[in-house]
């Protein structure tokens, strides 16, 4: 019987791959009619990525770029090629999934049966809207909706502060706009290269300690951008990649020089008009929220780590960050933050994808209640990318053991 993963984005791809090169049959469930993810329809023509090309590809499948950091059109070509090439979207079937459910030995989706389901959406499945005090007539849009500045008026009000709300507020600078960004606390802003290197390409030395390394990092960090601050940005008050930091070289200069107006967060709304925590107000043109995603799996989050909570509520508890350790025969992917890139993440839990679903085919337990014997489940999802996936190796290697010598079903 087949499997069925849902999502054909960057996560999918990787694991239907793994899963077609392990032999196992399986269809590709996505609400988008081609494959790509959130790189077909929902980033901005003007975006590069924070990672280097050799960071987000996965490594069995180099990516041809004009430059270190891939551009939007680049990404997409990439993911469409490997599908095309590995036989994923030749897999791929055109649904929005709204029900997955265990039935017996057997899970059901939308009415379909499969041997199991790999949950594939991604973290930036949905985009977030906050709801805030007071009624709203300025036009707005998320950064997910944003393609150019031409779109966008002349008094521009970003709500948010992530990589894609400063490309948007670099982007109104560069046309001569407005623009105020609306932030609740300090973010630690880093330049996308130090010394010429780039950020993403300088791992923690395996000899340190994570908190040590992170202490060193978050001194250092503090004190180069003290200097571009200069008490117009809160500093922030969680330690470094204690939370995902914002990558951007232009940022904290704009903000210095002025070019950029940083105010504390929106009270309420009055019309055209923003009100901030501090009581200063001003009329807008614009709003685009970077107020980030979040994710809505189709299944029961008891299933997924026996959680009572909302999906929002916290990360998954998973085995490698694959493995519900809970409910046979069910996979999540994708629901990690590699900090250097995650291409060779992917590639790592895509092979635990396969080599899992190998092995759950020979036994009724949960296979991620097995693998739990060699690493308990984490609800990470900001991963230290070299320790995790050796992890996750581990955790492959044990799948595979366990598919050559199963334990007894039943």
């Not at 010429?196 to 791992?203: A, L, T, W």
């Not at 300690?209 to 200069?230: E, G, H, K, N």
């Not at 092995?359 to 320790?387: C, F, V, Y």
Request: proline share 7%; net charge positive.
């Amino acid at each position: 019987m087949k499997w069925a993963v849902i999502g054909a984005g960057y996560s999918g791809i990787a694991a239907a791959a793994a899963m077609l090169a392990e032999g196992i049959d399986v269809d590709v469930l996505d609400k988008r009619a081609d494959v790509g993810g959130l790189w077909l329809d929902g980033v901005y023509p003007s975006v590069r990525l924070i990672t280097t090309k050799d960071r987000s590809a996965y490594p069995d499948r180099p990516m041809a770029s004009s430059g270190v950091f891939p551009s939007s059109t680049e990404m997409l070509t990439y993911l469409h090629d490997v599908a095309v090439d590995a036989g994923v979207r030749d897999r791929l079937i055109n649904r929005d999934v709204s029900s997955v459910t265990p039935t017996g030995d057997h899970w059901d989706v939308d009415g379909e049966r499969y041997a199991g389901v790999v949950l594939a959406t991604g973290l930036f499945s949905e985009p977030h809207l906050p709801h805030l005090p007071g009624d709203s007539t300025i036009p707005s849009l998320h950064t997910s909706a944003y393609r150019t500045v031409g779109d966008l008026g002349d008094n521009v009000l970003v709500v948010g502060m992530g990589n894609s709300g400063a490309d948007v507020a670099h982007d109104c600078v560069k046309a001569g706009k407005r623009v105020t960004i609306a932030v609740r606390r300090g973010r630690h802003i880093i330049p996308k290269r130090i010394l010429g290197r780039p950020v993403v390409d300088m791992e923690r030395p395996r000899f340190l300690p994570d908190l040590a390394t992170r202490v060193a990092m978050d001194l250092s960090a503090r004190t180069i951008s003290a200097f571009w601050r200069r008490g117009r940005l809160a500093k922030p008050r969680h330690l470094f990649l204690a939370e995902t930091p914002v990558i951007h070289s232009a940022l904290l200069p704009l903000i210095s020089n002025g070019s950029i107006v940083v105010r504390p967060g929106v009270a309420r709304f009055d019309g055209r008009v923003a009100e901030f925590a501090d009581g200063s107000s001003e009329r807008f043109d614009t709003i685009v929220w970077a107020t980030g995603y979040r994710y809505d799996l189709p299944v029961d989050r008891r299933l997924v780590d026996g959680s009572t909570a909302g999906y929002g509520a916290s990360g998954l508890s998973l085995v490698g960050g694959v493995w519900s350790p809970i409910t046979p025969g069910l996979a999540c992917v994708g629901y990690r933050e590699p900090r250097n890139g995650r291409g060779p993440y992917l590639h790592a839990a895509a092979g635990l994808t396969a080599a899992g679903a190998r092995a759950q085919s020979q036994t009724l337990e949960p296979i991620g209640a097995l693998l739990a014997e060699t690493a308990a489940p984490t609800a990470k999802t900001l991963i230290d990318d070299g320790p995790e996936i050796r992890r996750v190796q581990r955790l492959t290697d044990a799948a595979r053991t366990i598919a050559a010598s199963p334990p007894k079903r039943g």
